[in-house]
């Protein structure tokens, strides 16, 4: 790791620290601006997100500082808002659109539809997001936070996916979202929606099994999904009526393939090393791309780290740590032009195949034959659902 720079405790509790990370907030008036005019101003929300944070990215590079992984929550409270704050925001901003784009005259059918592809992205780059964060904390306040990003997407049932079975098996046959070699993302994004919900509800009922109690038992936060995403319909039905349902559906399909889009880059080509009778190596930071690009990094709350946040999934946003090159696969560039790059297959195969090829040279020398690895056909973990 390098922590030539390191950032104290002390500092990170400034709210200026903090304000970086707070720029996706610039989407929101963003957002109503575009429904409000329409026409050439729809393309606006993706330009203002990632296209500047690319060109961002190009004039600021990497950030190489990491900060003091012993600072305090107490010490974190800014960070803390920002991602708290954008709960309320995100739910009220959707509401707004689900009833106001399909009675708005000046938006023609097609404005509409680009529109809620919009609200998709929204939702999918800044919301699931920090939905992300939330959900892999202890409180109860911010637990429920990210469950109602998700619910906003339809897509509850990550939280399970994602906690008990994505960081516990990622790099192995059990964790569908591990993006094999050579497998395109469209083929990616197919695979992983028919295994997720089954994937999830298995690893619940096992959960549940352990303490003597059936998969339908009351504990089963399927149950909590189910009832937010219904509530989500409903609400999208009274505000909008059958369009409104159906451009709200439109939009949570977009930010679900947003979502796979990234989990797809995050993990492209590496696998844990077998050991033998079912068990794997322990995760370690070359099991995920690295990205320390500062821009990206800022409108995605330090998830380009991902390298740390899957060697060290407790530690909150501020203190995921980046990584030198032997420690830890670093991806050419940050998450906006990489996932446009995974979105054409040829161009990310020539991309990143040799990456990942020289990952395996790296750091396992020793393997000769990576064919049950590409094709997923090594055991699966012991103890798996």
């Not at 944070?53 to 990497?62: C, E």
């Not at 319909?233 to 451009?247: D, F, K, Q, S, Y």
């Amino acid at each position: 790791m390098n922590q030539t720079d390191l950032i104290p405790g002390l500092a990170l509790g400034s709210p200026l620290r903090a304000m970086p990370f707070a720029l996706s907030y610039l989407l929101i008036p963003i957002m109503i601006y575009t429904a409000l005019n329409g026409g050439w101003w729809l393309l606006l929300p993706v330009l203002a997100t990632f296209g500047a944070f690319a060109a961002l990215d190009t004039l600021l590079g990497i950030d190489p500082v990491n900060s003091d992984t012993e600072t305090d929550d107490d010490k974190l409270i800014w960070h803390r808002y920002v991602v708290l704050g954008w709960v309320p925001l995100a739910l009220m901003l959707t509401a707004w659109m689900v009833w106001y784009v399909p009675q708005a005259s000046h938006l023609a059918w097609y404005e509409k539809i680009i529109m809620f592809f919009n609200v998709g992205l929204a939702n999918g780059a800044v919301g699931i997001v920090y939905a992300h964060e939330l959900m892999h904390q202890k409180n109860k306040l911010e637990r429920w936070a990210g469950d109602l990003l998700m619910a906003l997407v339809g897509y509850g049932h990550f939280r399970t996916e994602h906690l008990l079975v994505h960081h516990r098996y990622i790099g192995t046959p059990r964790d569908g979202v591990t993006a094999r070699y050579n497998e395109n993302f469209h083929k990616f994004f197919l695979r992983v929606l028919v295994h997720g919900f089954s994937s999830a509800w298995r690893a619940e009922k096992q959960m549940l099994g352990r303490k003597n109690l059936p998969a339908l038992h009351s504990s089963n936060p399927h149950w909590r999904y189910w009832g937010l995403q219904l509530g989500m319909m409903i609400i999208a039905v009274l505000l909008g009526g059958v369009v409104g349902v159906l451009l709200w559906l439109y939009q949570a399909l977009v930010a679900i393939w947003y979502l796979e889009l990234i989990n797809y880059v995050e993990h492209y080509g590496l696998i844990r090393k077998h050991l033998g009778e079912g068990k794997y190596e322990h995760v370690l930071p070359r099991h995920s791309w690295n990205s320390a690009h500062m821009a990206s990094n800022w409108l995605l709350i330090n998830l380009q780290r991902h390298s740390d946040h899957h060697y060290k999934p407790d530690r909150r946003y501020p203190l995921l740590q980046t990584y030198r090159e032997e420690e830890a696969p670093a991806l050419p560039s940050g998450y906006p032009v990489i996932a446009a790059a995974a979105l054409i297959p040829p161009l990310w195969f020539r991309m990143m195949n040799p990456r990942v090829q020289k990952w395996r040279k790296m750091y396992y020398p020793e393997i000769n034959d990576w064919g049950p690895y590409k094709r997923g056909e090594t055991p699966m973990p012991r103890g798996a659902s």
